[in-house]
């Protein structure tokens, strides 16, 4: 069974350019989760999607969004993009309702020039 | 406001030796915690724990739940150099889901 997969792996912009991270769950998953690392912080919840629907979003500026499609898989966008937004953005699926067996991709890292 | 406090930040230990990791939280309508280990990628699940006073073990490491004082703690005997890693912490309610910012175990040889 195919995991959660993210694309592109690295991505490299310069300031005030705009970024699309993408992501597929595991079959069956509906509901995706997006987190972002900065580099030696913690992991900081961003969005959580359910069935199409968002959920809940962390305190983040408006210009992270994101959305998620019929088929469940799911775009971050981050327009203007400031130098503090280079980090590590982990993508992470589960079963509806099931936020806690969450399984996580690879990530993309994401390096604002 | 809901948060996630993991003590101590980092730790340094020798092979061996026996840690103790923290986790205190606030979270409304409190659901779950997991405790989640991360070497270079994305974290790995180790528990998770909705219950007061029932112990998770899996090998040398274990973890327990106070739901009263609101905590968890991680524990790992016999450290070994492969325990090196962030350990992460996540709370959660049905909407909500709050990770502490880690505690940072080095275990040198």
């Known amino acids: 069974e195919a995991g959660v997969t993210q694309s592109p792996t690295h991505l490299i912009k310069t300031r005030g350019q705009q970024a699309t991270l993408r992501c597929s769950p595991i079959s069956g998953h509906t509901s995706v989760y997006w987190y972002q690392q900065a580099l030696g912080l913690g992991l900081q919840f961003l969005l959580w999607y359910d069935e199409g629907e968002e959920r809940n979003r962390g305190n983040f500026p408006p210009r992270f969004s994101g959305r998620q499609f019929p088929n469940y898989s799911s775009e971050l966008n981050v327009n203007a993009l400031e130098l503090e937004d280079s980090a590590l953005y982990l993508c992470?699926?589960?079963?509806?309702?099931?936020?806690?067996?969450?399984?996580f991709g690879p990530g993309t890292r994401l390096l604002v020039l | 406001e809901d948060k996630v406090v993991q003590s101590p930040l980092s730790l340094v230990v020798h092979e061996g030796d026996t840690v103790t990791l923290n986790c205190s939280y606030e979270?409304?309508?409190?659901?779950?915690l997991l405790w989640y280990k991360q070497e270079k990628k994305a974290p790995t699940f180790l528990f998770m724990l909705?219950?007061s006073g029932i112990e998770k073990k899996s090998g040398r490491l274990s973890s327990i739940l106070d739901k009263k004082e609101l905590f968890s703690i991680l524990n790992i005997t016999a450290t070994q150099t492969g325990d090196s890693a962030v350990y992460l912490c996540l709370a959660g309610n049905n909407r909500k889901l709050i990770w502490g910012l880690g505690t940072s175990l080095a275990v040198n040889p």
């Open positions: 909705t219950s």
């Open positions: 992470a699926s589960s079963a509806p309702g099931g936020w806690e067996t969450q399984y």
């Open positions: 979270v409304t309508n409190f659901r779950s």
